[in-house]
């Protein structure tokens, strides 16, 4: 079955700094990339994702990039506020399996 | 307001009784997921319906059940067998066909002493 690392397990940046988290997986028949964001206490939140056949995706502050050779993709968050901080989940999915499989998480903390 | 509705957010039960966690959501969505999260682990699948009276196991299925008997309605039991079954349990929905984000509902937290 398909697997998930997500790297690093926790990340401390400045408020305003960039910060990257990085995912790699491992069935090529992968064919979605969904990054959701879980804030204390709450749920998973979708906030961004990539299909297969994109190799980059952003939306405001954020983006993703994919690299189906290499299998990994990342999420980069520009210009962070404490409001980012929260725990950050990459997943990949397979339409054909109809299901995702989820890495460990990274927990983000940006420091005012 | 369309959503994934989880009761109850909080579960206590003793060693040795099966409980059932409800998950409803009327987002009339096909797919429906149970995942069971540990901190540290992320999100773990354990059972997943794309379809009205069909459902595949996932990744950690031993010691749950699931039925899936109507279309907005995902319920799972945590049966006894279930080793350590103490965790945070979330249930999501997506569109069926190509595979689309999930919906997740806001989690019931089961703690079995």
């Known amino acids: 079955g398909e697997n998930v690392e997500q790297h690093p397990s926790t990340l401390s940046v400045q408020e305003g700094d960039s910060a990257v988290i990085k995912c790699t997986y491992s069935?090529?028949?992968?064919?979605?990339f969904p990054w959701y964001k879980q804030e204390l206490g709450k749920r998973p939140q979708l906030i961004i994702d990539?299909?297969?056949?994109?190799g980059e995706k952003k939306d405001q502050r954020i983006a993703v990039t994919l690299n189906k050779t290499a299998k990994h993709f990342s999420l980069h968050i520009t210009e962070t506020q404490p409001e980012d901080s929260a725990v950050y989940f990459c997943a990949a999915g397979n339409t054909n399996a109809g299901k995702s499989t989820f890495g460990d998480g990274t927990t983000l903390t940006v420091k005012p | 307001d369309g959503g994934i509705t989880q009761s109850p957010k909080y579960l206590f039960r003793k060693e040795g009784q099966n409980v059932t966690l409800s998950c409803e959501q009327n987002l009339n969505h096909d797919a429906m997921y149970w995942y069971r999260q540990d901190p540290g682990q992320g999100l773990r699948l354990i059972y997943y319906s794309q379809i009205v009276n069909d459902f595949q196991k996932g990744d950690i299925a031993e010691g749950y059940s699931v039925s899936r008997e109507k279309k907005e309605s995902f319920p799972l039991t945590v049966t006894s067998a279930q080793k350590n079954p103490t965790a945070f349990y979330l249930c999501?929905?997506?569109?069926?066909?190509?595979?689309?984000?999930?919906?997740f509902g806001n989690g019931t937290r089961l703690t079995v002493t």
């Open positions: 990539i299909r297969s056949n994109v």
């Open positions: 069935d090529s028949a992968s064919n979605y």
């Open positions: 999501a929905s997506s569109k069926a066909g190509e595979i689309s984000p999930l919906h």
